[in-house]
């Protein structure tokens, strides 16, 4: 059914496209998005947000170089073409302590804009530990039972409203195959590791970024998670380095929206898990690598959508797979 839209925005901002449904349609039409891409597969329907509005809990606004005797727009990317920044005041899918912090820094920018010689990111990221706009800080997250670190410009999932949810459901289907290891690859800052960790002898985090492995490790220490460790590595040996045997590892997998590419692949399938939990912010990139996994004997037992993007298209989707033999 139709809805209106709790933006006035809505239609020129080009950040959510879904405020003219209600919450209910928008969930049944990303369920069946999901259920198009995986025809062969059982799609769970979409586990709901426990806020429609106002759960993001990270915002990037930007603006252009400020023309002479003008102040910039500061806000996100306008509908259409030419690319243009559309001035925003507030946003309704963020938290109010972001939008709080918007209207503060809004006025900043705006005092001094004169001292602006070119365009600028901005960023605002509330967490446990407050709310900061500094790229460099230090912040706090609690996730379930667990206390995490990480500086304020690193990824990060920005519902935490409804993130203690996936992370446990991925912490169960990873544990669902009974295996005694695991490998978190593309493991960040440790969320995702660190949760199913109580349910293996020992888990593995790989991850490219030195800087996001020692958040793990700190991670690691800090919420008492003993039975794990956390490595760089290359992209071309993600599990070179890995001590377990395939046959009783379960893997988790999450990477960028563009999905996990062909090298990654054939390392994970000569590798050989026994489970494999793919999370992804990308269905469309998630279904090709499943259709490649399927081809290397793995069948793909369930797919359950999450919507940790309400108003927007955008869909977090979780598939578990097993080997054929």
Sequence with gaps: MPATPGCPLFGQCGGCQLQDLDYPEQLTLKTEAVRQLFPETPVESCIPSPRPYGYRSKLTPHFPRPRLGRAPAIGFLKVGLPPRTLD???????TPAINARLTELRAEVTAQWHSYHRGASLLIREASSGVTVDPRAVVTEEVGDLS???????FFQNNPFLLPRLAAHVAAEARSGAARFLVDAYCGSGLLGLTAAPGFERVLGV??????????????????RDNCEFLAAQASA???TVP??????????????????DDFLSQLIAFAPRTIVYVSCNPETQAR???????????CRQIQPFDMFPQTRHVEAV???GRDD
């Design 88 to 94: 925003v005041p507030a946003c309704p899918i963020a």
């Design 238 to 240: 993600v599990f070179a």
């Design 319 to 321: 598939a578990t797979l």
């Design 244 to 261: 377990f045997p395939g046959a009783d590892t379960a893997t988790i997998v999450d990477p960028p929206r563009k999905g996990c590419g």
């Design 289 to 299: 690598d499943v259709a490649a996994l399927r081809v290397a004997g793995y069948h």
């Design 207 to 224: 991850e490219l970024s030195p800087s996001s492995v020692r958040w793990a490790r700190a991670n690691a220490s800090r919420n008492g």
């Design 148 to 154: 995490l670190q990480f500086s304020a410009s690193d």
